[in-house]
């Protein structure tokens, strides 16, 4: 297939590299010279040739702000814009209206891999907007990453991608304090990540689909610890960080949620139900 990319930072350049490798017909543009070399693709000077040159149409860039400056006032006649920009989803939604008054039909898309991660086993891409498009490329993006449409929602796969995030900064926030607290001591802490901490988070992982069927069922019951005893070991934790000269900081906001739970009489239901205190 013909298929044009626009921006080439190192994402722009492992997508634009794995679809030629994969046979397909690439074209790209940059705004600097240069990202280009070594890529098997053909470049071009402008945004609007590379465009022009094929159907479908993959952004690849700092935000939408930058999406709406490159596209400006050039056409979309019969294109697919397929949008793997970090965003938001309200820019998605209002995306697809900005797009269909320039004559194209919208993609947008949350890539969940680190550039060295596309093309191989483990990538993903989450995919919202058109089901023609996505269904008509559906194929060659497959050799980007493991694709997962959606829904016709532009929203949709910027909201799962944010949400995707979120749940990777929880658990760095968490190796973070983790690896400051065993550093505190001077105890080596690839030891301590590789042999007790990964396969403790591996098994808590486990708990977590319990979880989320008990805020779906709005059930907070728990035959484990409570909200109370939560309570209670996260003063403690939060004490021993002090005395250990290590800041809490990243714990303290989980804490005040705790806390607010606690407060509002909810003491004897499980973890799960602090998701009340963020609706």
Same mark, same amino acid.
């Given at each position: !297939? ?10 722009? =350049? ?19 010279? @240069? &990202? #280009?070399?070594?890529? $098997? ?19 690849? /860039? ?9 596209? $400006? ?22 995306? /697809?209206?900005?797009?269909? #008054? ?7 898309? *949350?890539? !969940? ?8 086993? *483990?990538?993903?891409? %989450? ?29 949709? +796969? ?12 929880? =658990?760095? +926030? ?11 001591? &001077? ?8 042999? %007790? ?8 992982? $486990? ?13 907070? /019951? ?10 209670? @070991? ?5 004490? +021993? ?5 290590? &800041? ?13 739970? /606690? #407060? ?5 239901? @499980? ?6 205190? %963020?609706?």
């Amino acid at each position: !297939m013909r298929i044009s990319i626009l921006g080439l930072g190192l994402m722009g =350049q492992a997508l634009a590299r794995t679809l030629v490798g994969a046979g397909h017909s690439v074209t790209v543009w940059n705004r600097t010279e @240069g &990202k #280009a070399d070594g890529l $098997g693709a053909t470049s071009v000077a402008t945004a609007a040739e590379a465009i022009e040159a094929s159907p479908l149409v993959i952004v690849c /860039v700092l935000d939408y702000a930058a999406v709406r400056e490159l596209l $400006g006032s050039v056409r979309l006649d019969d294109r697919v814009l397929l949008n793997l920009t970090n965003g938001r989803p309200a820019e998605a939604r209002d995306m /697809v209206e900005w797009v269909a #008054a320039r004559g194209g039909d919208y993609l947008d898309g *949350g890539i !969940m891999a680190v550039p060295q991660m596309i093309g191989t086993p *483990g990538a993903l891409i %989450l995919y919202s907007g058109s089901p023609t498009a996505f269904e008509r490329y559906e194929e060659a993006l497959g050799a980007l990453a493991g694709p997962r449409y959606l829904g016709a929602d532009a929203g949709l +796969a910027p909201l799962y991608d944010l949400a995707m995030l979120t749940g990777m900064y929880g =658990q760095i +926030a968490g190796f973070l304090e983790a690896a400051a607290l065993i550093a505190s001591e &001077k105890r080596p802490v690839a030891e301590f990540t590789t042999e %007790l901490l990964v396969p403790w988070l591996t098994a808590m992982a $486990g708990q977590q689909p319990r979880m989320a069927a008990d805020i779906e069922a709005g059930a907070y /019951v728990t035959n484990v610890s409570n909200l109370e005893i939560n309570q209670v @070991g996260m003063v403690n934790l939060i004490r +021993a960080f002090e005395e250990q000269g290590v &800041k809490p900081d990243l714990l303290l906001p989980m804490r005040d949620v705790l806390d607010r739970r /606690v #407060a509002a009489g909810h003491g004897a239901e @499980g973890l799960s139900s602090l998701i009340e205190e %963020l609706r």
